[in-house]
């Protein structure tokens, strides 16, 4: 089983939706998936991304289940240097300030991210994303997946550059607090995890391709630097 995770395409975050750049990236994403023979499409309930699921949708005929857990955790905030951050912006300065390197099982009990509404969110994403996966066969014990129904779905799931790197550190047992500040995904950027199977018991996930735009540039698209803020404007491919 592969699971591929999308940012949505190039957004217009006033009113919410994409830029002509996103439709046109929103294409190459339909193709590219069409290629590697996507079988279910998901998609958080905002337009956005199931405007960018939609283009998908309509080249493989495929419908859309949308799930509003998909949507990043915008409401988690973060006051740095007077400004107002989403909580995924934590810059990594402080993150990795502390003398105690944060795990997977004690991220949420080091500052900044030890409140419960962080532990809410972190303990509800992880059970809304296996909820996903054990309704593909694929049911987690441990920290391994038991599979249940062996099989080749393709699942493409568009949501957002936060919720991109929530799956990146459930699947990987990695701290979220240096995943966020570690990662970055593009708009259009593919996240590709391949349920590795070594027995007819157990599947572990591996990510094959993090954030990659490979297709936007074979198509002639400039990757867009969004939602990384002033600092990241000069970064050029």
């Known amino acids: 089983m592969h699971l591929y995770v999308l940012r949505h395409s190039d957004p217009l975050y006033e009113g919410d939706g994409l830029t002509d750049i996103g439709y046109k990236e929103a294409e190459v994403v339909a193709k590219r998936l069409k290629d590697k023979g996507v079988t279910h499409i998901y998609s958080s309930h905002a337009i956005r991304a199931k405007e960018s699921a939609r283009v998908t949708s309509e080249a493989t005929g495929i419908e859309i289940t949308v799930y509003p857990w998909l949507l990043e955790p915008g409401h988690l905030r973060i006051e740095q240097e007077g400004k107002r951050y989403v909580l995924w912006d934590t810059f990594g300065e402080l993150v990795r300030g502390s003398e105690e390197v944060p795990t997977y099982q004690n991220w949420t009990e080091l500052p900044p991210f030890n409140s419960p509404d962080v532990s809410l969110m972190w303990n509800d994403f992880r059970r809304n994303a ?16 038991r599979i249940v129904a062996k099989n080749d779905h393709r699942i493409a799931v568009f949501s957002h550059g936060g919720t991109v790197l929530l799956f990146l550190a459930h699947l990987l047992l990695l701290p979220v607090s240096l995943t966020w500040c570690g990662f970055y995904s593009r708009p ?34 400039t990757p867009q630097p969004r939602g990384m803020g002033n600092w990241f404007e000069d970064f050029r491919y």
């Open 130 to 145: 296996d909820e996903l996966l054990a309704s593909h066969g694929y049911s987690r014990e441990g920290n391994r997946y």
């Open 188 to 221: 259009s950027g593919l996240t590709d995890f391949l349920f590795e199977e070594h027995s007819e018991d157990w599947a572990v996930p591996r990510a094959i391709q993090v954030a990659d735009v490979s297709h936007l540039l074979a198509n002639g698209l």
